[in-house]
T-cell receptor, first 112, second 116 residues
Framework: ETGVTQSPTHLIKTRGQQVTLRCSSQ?????VSWYQQALGQGPQFIFQ???????GRGNFPPRFSGLQFPNYSSELNVNALELDDSALYLC???????????FGSGTRLTVV | AQSVAQPEDQVNVAEGNPLTVKCTYS??????LFWYVQYPNRGLQFLLK??????LVKGSYGFEAEFNKSQTSFHLKKPSALVSDSALYFC??????????????FGGGTRVLVKP
């Protein structure tokens, strides 16, 4: 059974740029969620994808967008990066109707 | 709206002593409750969950948690702490109603320091 894999592990971007983060779901899971964890805080829900459609969103602006692919892998895209976007971005996969979530190790994004 | 509170920013305990990390929650329906641990520069590692059934849940690495519906609490416990348990611990809740989706709401985290 494979876990959740995120890439890249670290990334440095300049304010105003765009970034794409990637996530491969755990085998058998059909739902992907993304979370932002700022330094010293708990993870905050960004959005969730099921059957390639967004079906839940937290309090994040539209410049945060995503995709889910037929193999259940996912991308998080952030446009017009701001300094406050610097954080650890976590991907979690789960199976709708099940109770468990498997998290990846995260992508550390630094915006300078 | 669902929410989670972890009232202690840090818990210090001597190795071999019992460890308790507190969590209270607020959710409209019957909650799904989770505990995760995070080591420096790493993702979240699952410890245990409560969905239904026995209020005492046993998880990984000797951890357990007790669901208390009347007090809306889900405290994490370990009878004998190890230095290697030093990490950041997060409690999370999910409202299982369809309208809420699969969203997890996390507490702010509690740093555990186990001293030799």
């Amino acid at each position: 059974e494979t876990g959740v894999t995120q890439s890249p592990t670290h990334l440095i971007k300049t304010r105003g740029q765009q970034v794409t983060l990637r996530c491969s779901s755990q085998s058998g899971h059909n739902t992907v969620s993304w979370y932002q964890q700022a330094l010293g805080q708990g993870p905050q829900f960004i959005f969730q994808y099921y059957r390639e459609e967004e079906n839940g969103r937290g309090n994040f602006p539209p410049r945060f967008s995503g995709l889910q692919f037929p193999n259940y892998s996912s991308e998080l895209n952030v446009n017009a990066l701001e300094l406050d976007d610097s954080a650890l971005y976590l991907c979690a996969s789960s199976y709708t109707g099940g109770g468990g979530y498997t998290f990846g190790s995260g992508t550390r994004l630094t915006v300078v | 709206a669902q929410s989670v509170a972890q009232p202690e920013d840090q818990v210090n305990v001597a190795e071999g002593n019992p460890l308790t990390v507190k969590c209270t929650y607020s959710v409209s329906g019957n909650p799904y409750l989770f505990w995760y641990v995070q080591y420096p520069n790493r993702g979240l590692q699952f410890l245990l969950k409560y969905i239904t059934g026995d209020n005492l849940v046993k998880g990984s690495y000797g951890f357990e948690a007790e669901f208390n519906k009347s007090q809306t609490s889900f405290h994490l416990k370990k009878p004998s702490a190890l230095v290697s348990d030093s990490a950041l611990y997060f409690c999370a809740v999910r409202d299982p109603s369809k309208a809420a989706g699969n969203k997890l709401t996390f507490g702010g985290g509690t740093r555990v320091l186990v001293k030799p």
